[in-house]
T-cell receptor
Framework: SQTIHQWPATLVQPVGSPLSLECTVE??????LYWYRQAAGRGLQLLFY??????ISSEVPQNLSASRPQDRQFILSSKKLLLSDSGFYLC?????????????FGEGSRLTVL | AQKVTQAQTEISVVEKEDVTLDCVYE???????LFWYKQPPSGELVFLIR??????QNEISGRYSWNFQKSTSSFNFTITASQVVDSAVYFC???????????FGAGTRLAVHP
């Protein structure tokens, strides 16, 4: 069966520090991968998606970047965090072919920038 | 432009009451998909249902039912005889335009009290 993991689960970082959140998927090949952010009391905003290794599409201009160095690995990064980067970050995957299906979400990473 | 509106920010009910969560969407596409997800306190999103734009039949799954009406661009979710375990944030989402990118509403926080 397929599983998705992301870490760390909780992170407190000072403004200006770097960030790296990792997400890995097991049990499937060539998935579509996504990073969403959920700000406090708000809905989920799609930040990045990837349909293959090295292929990253950004949905909103921001201070963050994403990379996909391996088929089932998706990394969210920042060189210098801003206060506004605080939030709950969710990684998700879906099958890459056929009818749009459900997204499978990871456990989430809660980032607090101080 | 695609958009999902969940006008109800928070709903509070007493156990065994029926409750309906509203969802209104906007899209210019003729083919699209609608979803409902549940986010319990643990944070991980759980898929509940997917409905395509050509299937307006209502669906019932246990205590859950969904009412899809294209004429009003609505996809409402009803929980019958609510239980404390139904307490969560519920998100409505829209997928259109490829790559299975979901556009989420702001979510409705449901609190079911004993």
């Amino acid at each position: 069966s397929q599983t998705i993991h992301q870490w760390p689960a909780t992170l407190v970082q000072p403004v200006g520090s770097p960030l790296s959140l990792e997400c890995t998927v097991e049990g499937t090949s060539n998935p579509n991968l996504y990073w969403y952010r959920q700000a406090a009391g708000r809905g989920l905003q799609l930040l990045f998606y990837s349909v293959g290794i090295g292929q990253i599409s950004s949905e909103v201009p921001q201070n963050l970047s994403a990379s996909r160095p391996q088929d089932r690995q998706f990394i969210l990064s920042s060189k210098k965090l801003l206060l506004s980067d605080s939030g709950f970050y969710l990684c998700a995957w879906s099958i890459s072919t056929g009818v749009p299906g459900e997204l499978f979400f990871g456990e989430g990473s809660r980032l607090t920038v101080l | 432009a695609q958009k999902v509106t969940q006008a109800q920010t928070e709903i509070s009910v007493v156990e065994k009451e029926d409750v309906t969560l509203d969802c209104v969407y906007e899209t210019r596409d003729t083919t699209y998909y609608l979803f409902w997800y549940k986010q319990p306190p643990s944070g991980e999103l759980v898929f509940l249902i997917r409905r395509n734009s050509f299937d307006e039949q209502n669906e019932i799954s246990g205590r859950y039912s969904w009412n899809f009406q294209k004429s009003t661009s609505s996809f409402n979710f009803t929980i019958t005889a609510s239980q404390v375990v139904d307490s969560a944030v519920y998100f409505c989402a829209l997928s259109s335009g490829g790559y299975n990118k979901l556009i989420f509403g702001a979510g409705t926080r449901l609190a079911v009290h004993p």
